[in-house]
């Protein structure tokens, strides 16, 4: 079954602004990753925090990772048009390389 | 250079008709993916396969044959195709490391009429 959850399904923001992505999960993990879907290309990769990880940070993004609440955010600051975009949280189970990703958040920044 | 690379990136074929996609990975990595992305941009995988040898096979119908020349090549081919097929497929490698950060193609876009 699905493991990530997404929320919002979709944000539009405007240029500048911050912008909060949201995942939730469902069973033990080793990592949780962040993708990035442009329009009609493939997912790019993020962003990855390990489980024993709270924070990481990289670039304008910011991610946290609450396993007593299995759930993560992600945190665009300072959004640009080109952040325009589907984010896609992925989990990797723990004892396994598998990863498994939710239905995404569509992300819209308006100049 | 293209990292993953995955041709066609479209295809239009009748149903019933039989199809391959291929997807060839220039990062020395050992594990590819085939991913299937439906109409609502879920993510689902299919196939991994790790240096020519299958590793994972999901609940796919067995009309879904991937086969691994090597372990830089990972094709997908579909046979008696079906509606229900459309969707954009993925492939993927990943990279070293117990990280499991995968590395994606840019996808092929097969519309069955």
């Known amino acids: 079954s699905q493991q990530g959850e997404e929320d919002p399904q979709a944000l539009s923001i405007q240029e500048g602004e911050n912008a909060t992505m949201n995942c939730s999960y469902k069973?033990?993990?080793?990592?949780l990753q962040w993708y990035r879907q442009n329009s009609g290309r493939g997912l790019v990769h993020l962003i990855l925090i390990r489980s024993n990880e709270r924070e990481k940070h990289s670039g304008r993004l910011r991610v946290t990772l609450d396993t007593s609440k299995k759930s993560s955010s992600l945190l665009i600051t300072a959004s640009r048009a080109a952040d325009t975009a589907s984010y896609f949280c992925?989990?990797?189970?723990?004892?396994?390389?598998?990863?498994?990703f939710g239905k995404g958040t569509k992300l819209s920044v308006i100049p | 250079d293209t990292a993953v690379s995955q041709t066609p990136k479209y295809l239009v074929t009748q149903m019933g008709n039989d199809k391959s996609i291929k997807c060839e990975q220039n990062l020395g990595h050992d594990t590819m993916y085939w991913y299937k992305q439906d109409s609502k941009k879920f993510l689902k995988i299919m196939f991994s396969y790790n240096n020519k040898e299958l590793i994972i096979n999901e609940t796919v119908p067995n009309r879904f044959s991937p086969k691994s020349p090597d372990k830089a090549h990972l094709n997908l081919h579909i046979n008696s195709l079906e509606l229900g097929d459309s969707a954009v497929y993925f492939c993927a490698s990943r990279g070293e490391g117990d990280t499991g950060e995968l590395f994606f193609g840019e996808g092929s876009r097969l519309t069955v009429l």
């Open positions: 069973t033990s993990i080793n990592n």
């Open positions: 992925a989990t990797r189970g723990a004892g396994s390389y598998q990863l498994t």
